[in-house]
Every structure is written in structure tokens, then in C-alpha cells.
């Protein structure tokens, strides 16, 4: 029986075809859902002569424990290829050895055999190949983060008293207030007898300096605390630091008002305001908080023009 030779190309060029597609879907990688669904992965994103595909995506998102939407993770993931490149352009590596040890002293610290170890990482779904390439990676971008970013980096001190001067209300410290006191004592288990005489006795203290006698003398005559020596005086004080009548009723006081009788368990007060202040903190108790969030700024500000610079120099592509 004669072949048509038409009929036979036209066979072969089918065959050809199934062939070709049926190559393509092997070369994709296929990851089963929970669902019992099939994704077909897919390239998101090219870095340079670098992919990043939905499935290392996916990958990166159980790692994390930050809520990112997909686009801000995957911006990371290039980053983190532009800093990886960077190392790599730069001659800076680690060594295996290196990170052998680093996982040694890692289990040491934790008192874990290799076993447990394992056992560990096999909970947080990582083999010790993954993690040894995941520290791998983030030693290397560390240092050249250092190498790149924190080198030269410095804060001096003319810097750090500028923005002290120009910032001065940031460090305001808690308002205080100077009380002078007069301390009547309640006798322990009294008698009622002895309740109503010491609150009548700090009446009438109160009722004499408020007509106008000498309070330091008062002070020094009734007060039945030490703090009579120094003429009653509590110093300076944080307001939420005072008892909590003499907190409360020294709020509605100007400097020289008088409040009283407060009493409390211990026994009746009768206070004088002396004066209200908002201290500064001193240059010098603020000088290393601010030395430290000037440096941490330059240093965020000095990463993204790397990065920025990084990115203007590479081809990305973004097909999320």
C-alpha cells in the first residue's frame, strides 16, 4: 500500500509539536496545594542574569513572620540579589569552614547535639544544607553591608550637641514639683477618741498657716517626720512620684498655695507648694541616645542610596 508522502510530513509536524509542549511542562516546576490543586510555577522577576520565581516567593513568605504583601517581599528578594551580586563583584565570601564553625558555636550556645539540631531545624521545615545556605547568605550581605555602608560611618560630637540645642523640647523630662510638709501621725490600732484629736490638730496647723503663720515654724513645732530638719522640704520631685493626695492636690496649687488636711493611712498632711518645674535632661546624660539615633539614621539614609544605586545600575524586571 503506497504512503502519501503529504500525509506523512504533516504527521510528523504533529507529532513534533506534542513533543515540544509536552518538554515545556517538564520543565516547569509543579508544586501540589493543599486543596490538591497544581500551580505551574513561573519566573516573577529578573535580576540581572537572575531569576525569582512564584515558588521562591512562596518559600520566602513561610519563612517570614512579618505581614508583607507579595510586591514587598519580592522588592526584598531583589535587594537582597543586588547585595548577594555586589558581594560577589567585590570578592567577598565565606568560607565553608566559616560556616561549619558558626553552626558549631550556634549548637554550643544551645547545649544541642547535631541530632537535635537537625531535629530543630527540621521543626522550622529547614534541612541543615538550607540553613547552612540561608546563614551563608545572610553573612555574606552583612558584610558587605559593613564594607559598603557602616564603613567610614561616624557621628561627631558637634553633630550630636546640634540637634540637642535645636530638639531641646525631646528632652523634657517629667514635670516636678518642690513641697514643703507638715505630718501629723495617726497612731497605729487608735482609738476613735485619737483619730478625731489628730485630725483636729492638723485642722488646726492648717488653719494657722493659712492666716499667716510662719510655715517653716510650723514645720519645725507639729511635723512629726525628720523631714522637720530640713524644714520640711521634699526637694524636687516627679508629680507621680509624690503620695498620691499630695500628687492630686498639688495639680489645682500655684507656688505659695497651701492644700491640707490630706490625710492618708498613715496619718494627716498639710502642704505648701514651692515651685513647678519641667527639667532638661542634660547634654551629657542625652549625649549617647542621641549620638546613637544620629548614627542609626545616616546609616538607614547611606543603605537606600546603595541600594537605589545598586538598582540603577542592574536590569529588573518585574512580572509579578
Do not use: C
Not at 502519501?4 to 510530513?9: D, Q
Not at 555602608?149 to 561616624?154: I, M
Not at 484629736?197 to 496647723?205: D, S, V
Not at 488653719?207 to 530640713?230: H, N
Request: hydrophobic content about 40%; proline content about 3%.
Amino acid at each position: 500500500m503506497a504512503t502519501n508522502p503529504l500525509t506523512g510530513v504533516k504527521m510528523n509536524t504533529y507529532l513534533n509539536v506534542i513533543l515540544f509542549l509536552f518538554i515545556i511542562m517538564l520543565s516547569q516546576s509543579v508544586h501540589g496545594q493543599a486543596d490538591g490543586s497544581v500551580v505551574i510555577d513561573r519566573v516573577i522577576a529578573v535580576v540581572n542574569d537572575e531569576i525569582i520565581t512564584m515558588s521562591d516567593l512562596q518559600r520566602e513568605s513561610s519563612k517570614s513572620n512579618r505581614q508583607l504583601d507579595e510586591r514587598m517581599l519580592l522588592e526584598e528578594m531583589i535587594d537582597r540579589k543586588l547585595q548577594l551580586a555586589e558581594a560577589k563583584q567585590a570578592g567577598i565570601r565565606v568560607s565553608d569552614k566559616e560556616i561549619e564553625q558558626t553552626v558549631a558555636d550556634i549548637m554550643n550556645r544551645n547545649s544541642l547535639d547535631a541530632n537535635r539540631f537537625e531535629a530543630e531545624l527540621a521543626k522550622e521545615g529547614l534541612t541543615l544544607k538550607q540553613y547552612k545556605d540561608e546563614l551563608k547568605e545572610q553573612l555574606t550581605i552583612s558584610r558587605v553591608f559593613n564594607e559598603r555602608v557602616r564603613s567610614g560611618l561616624s557621628v561627631d560630637e558637634k553633630e550630636v550637641r546640634s540637634y540637642y540645642e535645636q530638639h531641646i523640647d525631646q528632652f523634657t523630662l517629667p514635670e516636678e514639683i518642690r513641697v514643703r510638709h507638715i505630718f501629723i501621725k495617726i497612731p497605729q490600732n487608735s482609738t476613735p477618741a485619737e483619730l478625731r484629736a489628730a485630725e483636729q490638730k492638723a485642722k488646726n496647723i492648717y488653719d494657722r498657716a493659712r492666716t499667716g503663720d510662719d510655715f517653716i515654724q510650723l514645720v519645725q513645732e507639729f511635723s512629726e517626720l525628720d523631714t522637720a530638719s530640713r524644714d520640711g522640704d521634699l526637694g524636687f520631685i516627679q508629680r507621680e512620684n509624690a503620695l498620691p493626695v499630695i500628687a492630686e492636690a498639688s495639680r489645682s496649687l500655684k507656688p505659695g498655695d497651701l492644700a491640707g488636711p490630706l490625710k492618708t493611712e498613715a496619718g494627716y498632711h498639710i502642704i505648701r507648694l514651692e515651685d513647678i518645674r519641667n527639667p532638661i535632661q542634660p547634654f551629657e546624660q542625652a549625649k549617647q541616645e542621641v549620638m546613637k539615633m544620629l548614627y542609626q539614621e545616616k546609616m538607614e539614609n547611606k543603605y537606600r542610596e546603595w541600594l537605589q544605586a545598586l538598582r540603577n545600575d542592574s536590569h529588573i524586571e518585574v512580572r509579578l
